[in-house]
């Protein structure tokens, strides 16, 4: 997939093949990183699959926040 373009629709359709495939109904959650395409494909998705919650990973945005910090002088 690596030749792929990631765009959102192109993370729904792979999103999609992984639930039908599985099993939609064994899923309750879809996570990602809040990426533009990733964001957008969680909205297509949940709107698909009403019964998903969509979830922003807490450990992406943990990992972004450490970033900002060791960025400020007195973190040295």
Same mark, same amino acid.
């Given at each position: 997939? +690596? @030749?792929?373009?990631?765009?959102?629709?192109?993370? *729904?359709?792979?999103?999609?093949?992984? &639930?039908?495939?599985?099993?939609?109904?064994?899923?309750?959650?879809?996570?990602?990183?809040?990426? +533009? @395409?990733?964001?957008?494909?969680?909205?297509?998705? *949940?709107?698909?699959?009403?019964?998903? &919650?969509?979830?922003?990973?807490?450990?992406?945005?943990?990992?972004?926040?450490?970033?900002?910090?060791?960025?400020?002088?007195?973190?040295?």
């Amino acid at each position: 997939m +690596s @030749n792929e373009s990631h765009t959102g629709d192109f993370l *729904v359709t792979k999103i999609k093949e992984v &639930l039908e495939s599985v099993g939609y109904h064994k899923f309750s959650a879809i996570v990602g990183d809040n990426s +533009s @395409n990733m964001k957008l494909a969680r909205e297509k998705i *949940v709107k698909m699959y009403s019964h998903l &919650l969509d979830i922003r990973c807490i450990a992406h945005a943990i990992n972004l926040i450490a970033q900002d910090i060791l960025t400020i002088e007195f973190a040295d």
